[in-house]
């Protein structure tokens, strides 16, 4: 097991799905962990319980639109209020949203840019200071196959993934040496925010579609992204993690 003991990390979006299993591998691996959301206040609170059960860490919730960079700086200012400083951070506050190119609605290109975009900008920004006081501060950036590939009728979606590849790669340089950037690129994986394109026949196509024959759990994804934060993965910086059972096989 890695041991995180003592570690801080801030998971956005940590309410439901990959972020809070996510905050439950950190919780179990020893860290600290603050759980950011924004609609899902049951989910959230939840989430909280099941840390504080898991350990006697001081984990925190906390309530803000990744969008807003008024509420990004109090969520950074709630941190330090609470713990001084930061070792991670991990963007994984996303939307996925069917835009058909031909009928695009400029509102939900802007809306899927805003969040999965512009959020981890946000965060990375107000978390820099915090990282810096870490003896292994690291930045984890939550992307996507979509962003490696592209995805039909979902476009938007797909460039605000690859925008996360390419800011991880220039936030890795600049950062370093003092901060290490590195992403995950999940392929499916079995959330609210899959369940319908998942359901039916569908899941039966996607699932012959994946060499390992099978969509992940959000437990899947969260195992990479502890790795990524420890001091195992200390020599790793700028590197793109594929998590999709072999389906994309690229960096
Ligand atoms: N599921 C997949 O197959 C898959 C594959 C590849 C990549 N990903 C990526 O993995 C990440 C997590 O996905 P998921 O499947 O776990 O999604 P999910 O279950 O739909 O959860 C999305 C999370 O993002 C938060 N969020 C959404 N808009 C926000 C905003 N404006 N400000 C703050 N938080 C916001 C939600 O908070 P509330 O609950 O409070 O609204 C929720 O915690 C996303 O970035 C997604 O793109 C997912």
Known sequence: MIDLTG??????????????????L??????????????????ALATLQELRRISDAPHAAFRCDVTDPDQVCKLFDAAEARW??????????????????????????QATLSVNVVGAFLAARCAIP?????????????????????????SAYAASKGALISATKSW????APQIRVNA??????DTDMTSDALSGEQREAVIASIPLHRVATPEDVAGPVVFLASSLARHITGEILNVNGGSVLVG
């Open 184 to 189: 995950v690129a999940p392929g499916w994986v």
């Open 130 to 154: 915090l990282l810096m006081g870490s003896p292994d501060a690291s930045i984890i950036n939550i992307s996507s196959t979509a962003g490696q590939r592209g995805e039909a009728f979902y």
């Open 84 to 109: 001084g400083g930061i070792d991670c951070l991990i963007n994984n506050a996303g939307v996925w949203v069917h835009d058909p190119l031909a009928q695009l609605r400029p509102e939900r290109l």
């Open 26 to 43: 950190f919780a179990k691996s020893g860290a600290a962990v603050l759980v950011q959301y924004m609609a899902s206040d049951t989910k």
């Open 172 to 175: 890795s340089s600049e950062l």
């Open 7 to 24: 570690r801080r990390v801030v998971v956005t979006g940590g309410s439901r799905g990959i972020g809070a299993a996510c905050c439950r």
